[in-house]
């Protein structure tokens, strides 16, 4: 599904020509697309060292001149002096919550500084998952996510924590944006997903007491189970969603293209 949102965005960006791009929260799979797009110059943060250096294993050679920068959007001196034409926020709102907890209301005034005045803010996220499915696949969705989401919570860890799209609009307004367009796109949720997701509240299991820990993992394997006898059918379950939006055209004094 990040292919299609990627391919929005190029087909949006293709009417301005790109110019310089900040990946606002990156990962591998965000900053190999947009290595191979137009983007120039380019710099992505990522909140931390750990997560800095999954990048560049993950992209050994494929760097080239990317800026690639450790930061916390919290920080008031985060390229406070730069401006950039494209700023992509991939699933970054959503992942805020364990990096600055209670600051999503922050988020868009502070990228409206990095924006530069009239440049273009990428907004993906995932729409939050309703409490009950009407089938199958929509219940093994969310019995996956509960259980991961318990196994991250008693680890002593934060989940991601997912905003809808009319609560990202309505921000991207308060501070100043000009929403321009949005899209959705509906998910197929498999098999895979089910064992990525529950091998991600796995990784916790370590931190939990043996007995529950037990049973949480029991839980899992019989819903890795139910998955498996659905065999490659997949459901279209929620959506993804992209909204595009022009930076505020009175910002700071800073520098456009990218370095100040």
Known sequence: MAD???AAIEAHEALFGWGSTLDAGTGVHSLRWLLQTPAAPLSA???????????????????GQTRLLIGNWSDPELLADERFEVVVADYLLGALDAYQPYGQDLLFPRLGQVVAPGGRLYVVGLEPSPPAATEPWGELVLATERLRDAMIRLAGDRCYREFPKLWVVRALERAGFSVEASQVFPIRYGPRWIKRQLGVGRSKLARIDSDLGAALE???????????????????????YLVVARGPEACPSGTAGGRG
């Open 4 to 6: 299609a949102i990627f």
């Open 45 to 63: 943060i990522t909140a931390s060292t750990n997560l800095e250096q999954d990048v560049r294993r993950g992209l050994e050679g494929e760097l």
């Open 218 to 240: 029991a839980r899992a394997a019989q819903i890795e189970e139910l998955a498996e006898a659905a065999g490659e059918e997949r459901a279209v379950f929620g959506e993804d």
